[in-house]
């Protein structure tokens, strides 16, 4: 059973930072890409990065390029997102997604808010 567990949200103000972590378990970990998505308020999920299995390379999006940093602990079947530099807005909730036979499987998201 895939179980895909969120943490490291909350209140920052705007120009901090914050490290989310998604702890993985019920699959061969190392053997897939992670990802983090978002939704605000009113808006549609949005991915924002991508860590990809064998060559460890990385994708994102435009709006967090040169601010946010995807990595992973295989060891600890964890994928991590440090977030540098918050915006406003930055504020939505933050899932873990990894896609482990054609399936979706998704945590059950946390909330990151950037307000001063």
């Known amino acids: 059973q895939v179980q895909l567990v969120e943490s490291g949200g909350g209140l920052v103000q705007p120009g901090g930072s914050l490290r989310l972590s998604c702890a993985a378990s019920?699959?061969?970990?190392?053997?897939?890409?992670m990802s983090w998505y978002r939704q605000a308020p009113g808006k549609e999920r949005e991915l924002v990065a991508t860590?990809?299995?064998?060559?460890?390379?990385?994708n994102y999006a435009d709006s967090v390029k040169g601010r946010f940093t995807i990595s992973r602990d295989n060891a600890k079947n964890t994928v991590y997102l440090q977030m540098n530099s918050l915006k406003p807005t930055d504020t939505a909730v933050y899932y873990c997604?990894?896609?482990?036979?054609?399936?979706?499987?998704w945590g059950q998201g946390t909330q990151v808010t950037v307000s001063s």
């Open positions: 019920g699959f061969t970990f190392s053997r897939y890409a």
């Open positions: 860590i990809f299995s064998i060559t460890g390379s990385t």
């Open positions: 997604n990894a896609n482990v036979f054609l399936h979706d499987y």
